[in-house]
Each structure stands twice: as C-alpha cells, then as structure tokens.
C-alpha cells in the first residue's frame, strides 16, 4: 500500500512538472535556447557545455594556472616562488570569453539557476580530479555579511551545494567566516590582493575541520591571494589539506 501511494505521488509530480514544461518550456541557463531534451541536474544546451568545459583541462597542479603539457610544477610562471598555502586547483575552465560571462553572470541574485549549472559542469567535466582530493568536507569561501546582504547570495555556495551532492560529502556552513570586509581586488596588484586579504578569515570551530581534507570552493581563481589565505586560516585551524574548486582560472 505504500509502494502504491509512493507511485502515485510520483506519477502526480511527473504530471504536474510536464505541465510546468509545457506552459514554460526549459531554457539554456546562459545563452537561453529552448532545450529540447534537457539534462536531469542542469540546463545547460549542448553548445554551452562545449564552450564552458572542455574535456580535458591542463593545468598546473599547484596553482591551476594553464600551461603546456611539458610544463612541470617548478617551471610554472605563475606560482614560481610565490607561497601559496593550498595545495592543488581544479578549474572548469580558462576564464575568458564565455566563461568569464557566465562568472560574471553568477554574481546577480537572479541568475542563481546558471551557478547551479556550473557546478554541476564542474563536477561532470573534472569528476575524477575531484575524486582525487578525497575530501571529507567542503567549504565555500565566505562574503563578508554586508556585501552578501547586498548582492542577496553567495554563489560559491551554490557552487559548494553542487559539488557536495556529487560527492557525497557535507558542507561545512558557516565555519570559515570573513572577519572584516576587504577592499574589491579589481586594479589591485598580487602583492596589493595578498596584503589586502591578509587576516580577513576566522574559523569559528576548529574541531569541525581538525585533520579533515578541505575542499575551497569559489567561482575564480586569479592570482591564489583569496583562497591561499583562506586554505591558511583552514590549515592553521587544523585541517590537514586544502584542495581548492574553482569554475574559472584567470
């Protein structure tokens, strides 16, 4: 009797979200084509996928940064002889022309839809990358309260829940928090981004991330100053590694 209640409920919610289909068809979340076939996670429409997520992306592994195949981890321009304290990037993708729209994009309240599809982008284009982190947490790089009441959400926590549910592991929610609000970093040199961001995050319980492989999410990385400190505050919390997840790698 169960089995055919749970059924019916079902069928009754199949019923109604073809009627929801049929009344407003579903659409690309960034170019907004009519899907005609849509995945069951995102909507997202073929070409999207194509331009957003390639299928293999080259990075480097410290610091995520593009680079050659032939590239190795003391050759990389970009964190030669920085100190950067996370230990490894996964990117979606090289933040420019589509994809920097869609970052872009992700900060409005009202395209909370796309973030959702990137992060399932993400986790479907670098799923093994992920895996390979095997974290037993996830936390989204916190606002500052007054900016996130202003912008109305935090869209690495979106990013954060997506990455999350394919993994199947928990969010650790308000534990990395930001302790003061810092200056935008856009016209901000590195050395400018590094001081800038210099003590701005706290953990609030430590115990909730002692010895546990963090993994950072947040929409960009540029120069690493953000999350470096933020994988800092986690490290010196306790934790024992801090991956970060990132859409797009400038």
Sequence with gaps: MIGLLRDLQNGVRALRRAGFDLLFPPRCA???????????DFDLCPDCEIRFGPEEWIGCPRCGAPRNADYSIDDCPSCQNLQLWFDSVVALGNYHAELRDAVLKMKRPWHDPLSVAMGWLLWKRR?????????????????YWRRRLKRGKNH???????????LGVPVCWNVLTRRRNTQLHSGLSRAQRFRNVRGAFQVKRPERVRDMRILLVDDVLTTGATCSEAAKTLKRAGAATVAVAVVARA
């Design 30 to 40: 960034f170019c907004h084509v009519e899907l005609i076939d849509p995945p069951p």
């Design 156 to 166: 690495s926590e979106t990013l954060a829940r997506c990455l999350a549910k394919s």
């Design 127 to 143: 799923r093994a990358e992920l895996a390979r982190v095997q974290a037993d947490a996830i936390v989204p790089v916190p606002m």
